[in-house]
């Protein structure tokens, strides 16, 4: 006795729809290249964040919104704008801009071509505080990073995270700053 076509494709069906609930692991070579690659992002940060809090008082994240602000046309950018320059929610920006504001380095302004937008800007003490701090900061992403690596590896590196970041910004994604 025969299968009748339809048994074969209904039985393929099955098959590939339980082959796709099953999740595809890790193999042991990535799962290295996995953790080498949390932890290194990890220690990094953290690396920044230490020095800048010691040197300039501020996060890490602090530090690239006074940078962001400092290469925009002068220096004031609208505030979702920012946030997607920081990758940051709209939440988190707005604590941060209201702790920047407390130390002088930032203010906010009503943006002149719509009512319910808000500019930040960066004040002549901030942009003195980044100039002040960017020297130890650049000394510290060098010696953590580009010391280490050799020229080939840093245009890998580049090119490596740009690809990653390029897939994991699709149109439409829930990304942080529309949050």
Not at 14 to 23: F, N, V
Not at 41 to 64: K, W
Request: hydrophobic share 40%; charged share 30%; with cysteine.
């Amino acid at each position: 006795m025969t299968k009748r076509p339809e048994e074969d494709t209904a039985r393929t069906e099955r098959k590939a729809s339980a082959a796709a609930a099953e999740p595809r692991w890790l193999t042991d070579a990535e799962q290295d290249v996995w953790r080498a690659f949390l932890h290194a992002t990890t220690l990094l940060e953290d690396h920044l964040d230490r020095q800048l809090q010691r040197d300039a008082g501020m996060p890490h994240v602090y530090y690239g919104l006074l940078v962001s602000l400092s290469e925009a046309p002068r220096r004031r950018m609208r505030m979702t704008e920012l946030a997607q320059h920081a990758k940051i929610t709209r939440s988190r920006l707005s604590h941060a801009v209201a702790r920047l504001e407390k130390n002088g380095w930032v203010r906010r302004e009503d943006c002149p071509s719509d009512k319910r937008g808000q500019l930040a800007v960066l004040t002549d003490e901030g942009f003195a505080m980044l100039q002040r701090s960017a020297p130890g900061h650049v000394a510290a992403v060098r010696a953590a990073l580009f010391d280490r690596l050799s020229p080939e590896q840093v245009v890998q590196l580049g090119d490596m995270c740009r690809t990653i970041a390029e897939g994991l910004q699709p149109a439409g994604a829930d990304l942080p700053w529309l949050r």
